[in-house]
């Protein structure tokens, strides 16, 4: 058995703060990979993922993890137009549509989006960036 997986299925032997400083000395984006998608702890999840860089990853994370600030993180490292804009229009959470929003640019993207958004703070959120990006 590796050492990530030792790691993770110590799970339920080490407290949160060991797990934490073990983590630090963990540098390679495959095991930090295997945390963010076994640990059954979100901290720990959480602090991995503002470590890796793959948006393929990132973007799997906004879609799949359990927990909204874990998405919610994943969502602020994505700089993909592309992946931002299917995020803010097509996510079910507002906070996640949000989060996207706050990063684009495309002026096309949050006209559509301030103007039918099934959500009135998120067109809000929209309508506001947009007049900040003209």
């Known amino acids: ?25 963990i540098n390679d984006e495959k095991s930090l990979k295997q945390i963010v998608l076994k640990d059954s702890d979100y901290r720990i999840r959480l602090e991995a993922l503002k470590r890796i860089e793959n948006e393929i990853f990132l973007e799997d994370v906004v879609n799949n993890d359990s927990n909204l600030n874990v998405r ?3 969502v602020s490292q994505i700089e993909n137009p592309e992946v ?5 229009k097509g996510s079910s959470n507002k906070y996640l549509r949000i989060e996207a929003i706050k990063k684009i640019s495309n002026i096309d993207v949050l006209t559509v989006i301030s103007k ?12 506001e960036r947009l007049n900040q990006v003209r």
């Not at 590796?2 to 630090?24: M, P, Q, V, Y």
């Not at 039918?116 to 929209?126: F, G, L």
């Open 84 to 88: 931002l804009a299917d995020i803010a």
């Open 1 to 25: 058995m590796s050492n990530i997986h030792k790691w993770i299925k110590s799970d339920k032997e080490k407290d949160f703060e060991n797990k934490f400083n073990d983590l630090k000395g």
């Open 116 to 127: 039918k958004d099934s959500n009135r703070e998120v067109r809000q959120v929209a309508s």
């Open 72 to 74: 919610l993180q994943a």
